[in-house]
């Protein structure tokens, strides 16, 4: 869950006055993390148009700023001069900045017309490398680009199938939050391409796709006042199983879902709407509501350092921010700046229609939910919540793994913590076993 647990992002789109237009973007870029880390709020929200004007006051920027540094600390220096490189007519220039507890990509976009179009705090890419999983039998298996057409978009995907066979069971598999690419891809790490390896090894096919906010990110600016978790995930969902069935390889009565993090909570609405689906698979789903895991996920990392009165006013916000998202008092005009993670109403608004136990309680899709216990984005408490929900039904089954984070990465230490991410590490082979016994014992 990206967007909930990882790396504070910021996106906000500038433009720039005569005097930047005659700086060169590797300039400019310096000039305004200057004001950024010198508190010069006002030199930044002058810049802005009206769009971004309307919802990012100086205040407001003053707040994102404390933010981040609250997280990782005073900034120290930008360690590297600043790169460039060009993208779809644009120029972006990135620069490494060097904080207290962390280094950050600072990235600026710069349109055609010499405009900023984007202004992020990113963390910087790895130095490991992803690694094939010992469990992959790459010379068993083989890899078909795909494009799977939802609507006015078009998902590029991979598909992956057991060289040898037919009529296949498939799984599709749905990201967690975030905009994220098709391997599901943090740091040297990519789940999805382990978990794809994995299962076709066995005899099952994967398809996996590039989410619609990865693929189409400037898109989903314009319409974020209205984005819902519908047009977020579960509508492409839908798009994808349409294509599974047109595979010729594929048995259509054998399609399964497995949905991560953001995607096992949906997972129970996605089999509610696709009836036709032969099983669902959640990893990490969280049973709660999602601004409640917030408050706890925001609460542990606060916690892994000394807890300051600053991080209690950090804290307080965001309690209040996430019941508001949880309120009758929410409506369409309640300003992003007032609810959790800088996101819409209308997305809080949608999920409080939703409440996934119920829905799968009342499912006849059979259901294996897995959970690791060293994870602190979805802890236990939400395994807990699934098995008391769903203690009638006898078509679901549950794993506990004691060793395993929200990645379903094997770690030694006590404590779970974001930096493990930065690790290099494959899905646990155990986890691949037990998924691929779940599917074959469906398939009989």
Not at 237 to 255: C, G, H, L, N, Q
């Amino acid at each position: 869950m990206k967007n909930v647990l990882t790396i504070f992002f910021l996106i906000i789109s500038l433009t720039q006055t005569d005097a930047q237009n005659r700086m060169t973007p590797e300039i400019a870029a310096v000039e305004i993390l200057n004001n950024l880390n010198n508190k010069e709020f006002k030199k930044i929200t002058e810049l802005f148009d009206d769009i971004i004007a309307s919802k990012i006051n100086e205040e407001k920027l003053s707040h994102i700023y404390a933010s981040l540094i609250d997280k990782f600390g005073v900034f120290k220096n930008n360690t590297l001069s600043p790169s460039r490189r060009q993208m779809d007519g644009s120029i972006i220039v990135d620069q490494l900045c060097e904080f207290e507890n962390m280094k950050l990509i600072f990235r600026i976009k710069f349109n055609e017309m010499n405009k900023i179009s984007g202004l992020q705090f990113l963390p910087p890419p790895s130095k490991l490398s992803y690694k094939i999983p010992v469990y992959a039998k790459q010379d068993s298996i083989i890899e078909k680009d795909i494009n799977i057409s939802s609507g006015e978009y078009q998902l590029p995907g991979t598909l992956t199938l057991p060289n040898v066979g037919n009529h296949f069971p498939i799984v599709i598999l749905v990201h967690g939050s975030g905009p994220n690419d098709r391997d599901e891809s943090i740091g040297p790490n990519k789940i999805f391409k382990d978990l794809a390896y994995g299962l076709s090894a066995q005899g099952i096919a994967v398809l996996r796709y590039d989410k619609r906010t990865f693929v189409y990110s400037e898109q989903m600016k314009l319409i974020q006042d209205k984005l819902t978790v519908e047009e977020e995930t579960t509508i492409d969902v839908k798009a994808a199983i349409a294509f599974a069935k047109s595979v010729k390889e594929i048995d259509p009565k054998k399609i399964f879902i497995i949905g991560h993090s953001l995607g096992g909570m949906l997972t129970p609405k996605i089999a509610l709407e696709n009836p036709e689906i032969a099983g669902a698979i959640i990893m990490a789903g969280n049973a709660r509501p999602l601004p409640e895991l917030v408050i706890d996920q925001t609460n542990y990392l606060l916690h892994m350092d000394e807890f300051t009165a600053d991080d209690q006013k950090n804290l307080d916000v965001v309690i209040k921010q996430c019941e508001l998202a949880k309120s009758k008092l929410i409506n369409a005009n309640t300003p992003t700046d007032l609810l959790p993670l800088q996101t819409p109403a209308a997305y809080w608004m949608n999920l409080q229609k939703y409440n996934q136990t119920a829905v799968a309680s009342k499912i006849k899709t059979p259901l294996f939910i897995l959970q690791g216990k060293r994870d602190y984005q979805v802890t236990t408490k939400e395994y807990d919540l699934w098995k008391i929900a769903l203690k009638k039904k006898s078509n679901v089954r549950f794993q506990l793994y004691d060793k395993l984070n929200h990645l379903f990465f094997e770690d030694l230490g006590d404590v779970s913590s974001p930096k493990e991410y930065e690790e290099q590490h494959n899905v646990a082979a155990y986890v691949i076993d037990d998924i691929t016994e779940f599917i074959l014992s469906k398939n009989k």
